[in-house]
């Protein structure tokens, strides 16, 4: 229980830290993709060596790696510090992924106040060749600009290492 609270109160403090930022760009809005077709966005390209994939970092100084859930691809940020795998509203959706309004409870605390959340598991996740089943994950469906994979999935990858501006997964 209290890994639980310590994982929701590190999940609740990333929150805080992405939901508040405005980008330096924002006033050009009409230009953006709507918040439903983020997912859509490709990453970068990885590269691909056998059991290694290597992510570059991007400009916003994050990791985004190309998700895959049931045939369809995702955009999320790499958070090598979030205990679960976090999802916008959006993405859960397109994943199958139903939840009832009314079963939205408190799952952290941000700087705006509780984060509202329903915890579910998805099915089969995969980047590149790595892939995990049952992965534990919680449906943000406000707040959260991008989907977040976090270590419910990276924690099935054998090495996760940062360095160079590379972000390298491999066995």
């Known amino acids: 229980m209290k890994t639980l609270v310590i ?3 590190a999940f609740a403090t990333l929150v805080a830290f ?12 009409a230009a953006q993709p709507a918040a439903s077709e983020v997912h859509l966005a490709a ?11 290597a992510l570059t970092r991007e400009g916003d100084g994050h990791f985004y790696a190309t998700v895959q859930v049931d045939t369809r691809d995702y955009r999320m940020l790499v958070d090598t510090g979030a205990s679960v795998v976090a999802l916008t509203g959006d993405d859960a959706r397109n994943m199958g992924l139903d939840w009832d309004p009314n079963s939205l409870a408190p799952v952290a605390r941000g700087a ?5 959340g329903v915890p579910v598991t998805i099915d089969t996740m995969a980047v590149g060749d790595f ?15 991008v989907s977040l994979l976090g270590q419910s999935f ?16 491999s066995n």
């Open 7 to 9: 994982s929701v109160l």
């Open 18 to 29: 992405i939901a508040p930022h405005e980008r330096p760009d924002s006033h050009a809005k």
């Open 43 to 53: 990453a970068t390209a990885p590269e691909s060596y056998g059991d290694e994939m």
């Open 131 to 145: 892939e995990a089943r049952d992965v534990e994950a919680l449906i943000i469906p406000d707040g959260l600009a």
């Open 112 to 116: 705006s106040g509780p984060v509202m």
């Open 154 to 169: 990276l924690s099935h990858v054998p090495k996760v290492e940062i360095a160079d501006d590379k972000l390298t997964l």
